[in-house]
C-alpha cells in the first residue's frame, strides 16, 4: 500500500481529468470544484486557525517547561518533570504534524494563486505565513525539510532535512520580497481571521515577523541578526495593540486552542500558574496578577466547576512549585515546605485548592482569543536590539515602557475582566523603568517581560523559543525522580515518531547533525 506524505500537497474538493471526455462528463459531480473555479482564499482562514490551535501542541511541555503553569497531574509530568509519561512520543511531535499540514495548505493556496493578478496579496501572504509557520517547525525541531516539502508531484516523496541554518538564510530574504510584493491597490484577500485583508496591518506584521526571525539569531549569527533587525525597524513594525495579529475562536465551534485544552475536566482541574511566575508578578506589584489568575472556591467540587469563578484579589494568589506530585512519596506536594494545606472538609477536600489557576472568565471561554503575535513582543525585542547598539529608532527605555505597558493592555483583548487600564499600566512601567546600567541587566529585564507576556497571552512556543535564545528569566529546573533530561530543561523536541520509517534517510541524516542527537537534551543551530 502507499503511504500518504505529510509534505504533499493535495485538495480533496477537486475533480481532475479521467480517461476519457465522456468519462469524465459522466462521472464528475457538478456540485464540486475544479481548479479553475476554486477560490484559493478559502485555504487561508483554515491555515490561520491551524497554526494557532495547538492544543496539547505547546501547553503539554512549553507551558511547564517555562514554569508559567505547574501540575501534579501525571501526564503533565512530560512537561513539569522532564518524564515520559502516556502519549509523550505523540505529543512531541506535534509540532512537526502542524507545520506540514498549515504547509501543505498554504502552499496549495499559493500554488494556486501565484501569476494571478487577482491573487497577489493572498500569494504573498501565504509567503508570509509560510514563513512564521517554518519559523514554529524549526525552532522546536532543528533541521526539517525545507526546500523539497511539498514536492511529491514531482516525485519527492523522500524530502531531505535542509540545516537550520539554510532554512533561516532563506526566510529572511523571502520575508522582505514578500512585503515588498504586497500592494494596497490591489485585491484584498478574502476570508482572512488576523486583518481582514488590511494591507497596511500585513505589512507591519511581516516586519515584526522579519524582527522575530531575525533576533533569534543574536547567539549564533549577531551580525545577521543586526542587519535584519534593522531592516525590520526601518520598514515599519507594530504601532500599538491594535496591530496585534489575533483570532477570536468560534464559541458555537469551540475551536480555540484554550477551550480544546482548558476545557477537558482534568486539564481545568489540574493545571496551576506556576509559583515562579506569581512570584515574578507578586514581588513587583505587577497588576496582571489579579487579572490573570484566581484561587478556586473551597472544596473538591468547587474546584472542579467550570462555571465557579474564584477570587483575584492580588494578596491571595499562591503559585504551585512546579517539580511536585500527589502519589504519596518524598515528591509529594503536600510533604513540601511551603505547602498551605488543602481546602474544604470531609469527603470534599482540593489538595491544591490554595494555589492559583487561570481565570475562568479569561482562559476558559470558548470564544477565547489567540494572540499569534504582538505588538508588546515587537516593542520588547526593538528594546533588545537598541540596547545592543543597532540602529533602531527610539530609545532601548522607552520601547521597554511600550513593551511593559502594551502586555497588560493586551490582555483585554482576551477578555473585558482582565482589562489594565493605561493609566495603571503606564504607572506601573514609570515605576519600573529599564535598567541601563549594563547590556545584561538590560537584557534580563526585556526577556522577563517577554516570558511574562507570551506567557499570559498562552503562546507557549514563542516563550520558551526566546528562553531559549536569551536565557531569561534565569530557571531552576526540576530535577524530579526518572527524568529524561538529567535534571535539564529541555531545548527541543524529538521528532515525529513515523519519520524513521516514512524518511529514515533523510532523518538519520538530519539527528547526525543535530548537537546531543535526537533527544530532548539537543540543541537546534542557533541555541549555542
Not at 478559502?42 to 501540575?71: C, D, E, K, R
Not at 482541574?269 to 514581588?283: C, G, M, V, W
Request: aromatic fraction near 10%; glycine fraction near 8%.
Amino acid at each position: 500500500m502507499k503511504r500518504f506524505s505529510i509534505y504533499s500537497v493535495f485538495l480533496v474538493l477537486f475533480v481532475m481529468a479521467g480517461c476519457t471526455d465522456k468519462f469524465d462528463e459522466i462521472n464528475t459531480d457538478p456540485t464540486q470544484s475544479s481548479e479553475s473555479t476554486w477560490d484559493p482564499n478559502f485555504f487561508l482562514p483554515n491555515a490561520q486557525i491551524s497554526y494557532i490551535n495547538l492544543g496539547y501542541g505547546n501547553i503539554i511541555y512549553q507551558s511547564l517547561f517555562m514554569q508559567v503553569l505547574a501540575s501534579t497531574f501525571s501526564y503533565y509530568g512530560n512537561g513539569d518533570k522532564y518524564v515520559n509519561t502516556q502519549n509523550s512520543t505523540s505529543y512531541q511531535g506535534s509540532i512537526f504534524n502542524t507545520t506540514y499540514n498549515v504547509g501543505r495548505l498554504l502552499a496549495e493556496m499559493m500554488r494556486l494563486s501565484k501569476g494571478k493578478d487577482q491573487y497577489s496579496n493572498l500569494y504573498n501572504v501565504g509567503r508570509i505565513l509560510q514563513v512564521m509557520n517554518f519559523q514554529q517547525g524549526t525552532d522546536t525541531y532543528g533541521d526539517i525539510p525545507y526546500s523539497e516539502a511539498f514536492k511529491v508531484k514531482d516525485g519527492v516523496a523522500t524530502p531531505k532535512y535542509d540545516t537550520q541554518q539554510s532554512i533561516y538564510a532563506a526566510m529572511l530574504p523571502e520575508l522582505e520580497s514578500a512585503i515588498n510584493a504586497l500592494d494596497a491597490t490591489k485585491l484584498k484577500p478574502t476570508g482572512d481571521l488576523f486583518y481582514a485583508g488590511d494591507i497596511a496591518k500585513w505589512k507591519k506584521f511581516g516586519y515584526s515577523l522579519m524582527l522575530r526571525v531575525a533576533m533569534r539569531l543574536t547567539k549564533i549569527d549577531p551580525a545577521t541578526a543586526k542587519t535584519w533587525a534593522e531592516k525590520a525597524a526601518a520598514g515599519g513594525t507594530f504601532a500599538s495593540i491594535d496591530d496585534n495579529a489575533k483570532i477570536i475562536a468560534d464559541a458555537s465551534n469551540a475551536n480555540s486552542a484554550i477551550y480544546n485544552v482548558y476545557q477537558v475536566t482534568d486539564d481545568f482541574r489540574e493545571l496551576r500558574f506556576s509559583k515562579t511566575l506569581i512570584d515574578n508578578l507578586k514581588s513587583a506589584g505587577d497588576p496582571r496578577l489579579s487579572a490573570v489568575a484566581e484561587v478556586p472556591a473551597a472544596g473538591a467540587a468547587a474546584n472542579a466547576n467550570q462555571t465557579l469563578v474564584g477570587d483575584n484579589s492580588a494578596a491571595v494568589q499562591l503559585g504551585l512549585p512546579n517539580g511536585f506530585d500527589l502519589i504519596g512519596g518524598a515528591t509529594d506536594i503536600t510533604k513540601s515546605a511551603g505547602y498551605p494545606g488543602a481546602t474544604g472538609t470531609g469527603n470534599d477536600v482540593a489538595p491544591l485548592g490554595k494555589y492559583s489557576r487561570p481565570r475562568i472568565s479569561v482562559y476558559l471561554k470558548r470564544g477565547g482569543t489567540l494572540e499569534v503575535l504582538t505588538y508588546p513582543g515587537t516593542e520588547l525585542l526593538l528594546a533588545e536590539a537598541k540596547a545592543r547598539g543597532w540602529n533602531i529608532p527610539g530609545t532601548a527605555a522607552d520601547h521597554y515602557k511600550n513593551g511593559v505597558v502594551g502586555g497588560m493592555t493586551t490582555l483585554t483583548q482576551l477578555d473585558a475582566s482582565a482589562a489594565i487600564s493605561a493609566a495603571t499600566a503606564t504607572a506601573f512601567a514609570d515605576a519600573h523603568p529599564l535598567d541601563v546600567s549594563s547590556l545584561d541587566a538590560s537584557l534580563k529585564m526585556i526577556n522577563t517581560q517577554y516570558w511574562i507576556v507570551t506567557g499570559t497571552t498562552f503562546d507557549f512556543m514563542e516563550n520558551w523559543s526566546n528562553w531559549r535564545r536569551s536565557g531569561y528569566p534565569v530557571l531552576t529546573p526540576v530535577n524530579y525522580p526518572s527524568n529524561v533530561t538529567n535534571a535539564t530543561i529541555p531545548r527541543r523536541m524529538i521528532y515525529l515518531s513515523t519519520e524513521i520509517i516514512t524518511n529514515g534517510t533523510s532523518y538519520t541524516d538530519a539527528v547526525g547533525r543535530l548537537s546531543g542527537g535526537d533527544k530532548l537534551t539537543g540543541k537546534v543551530w542557533w541555541d549555542k
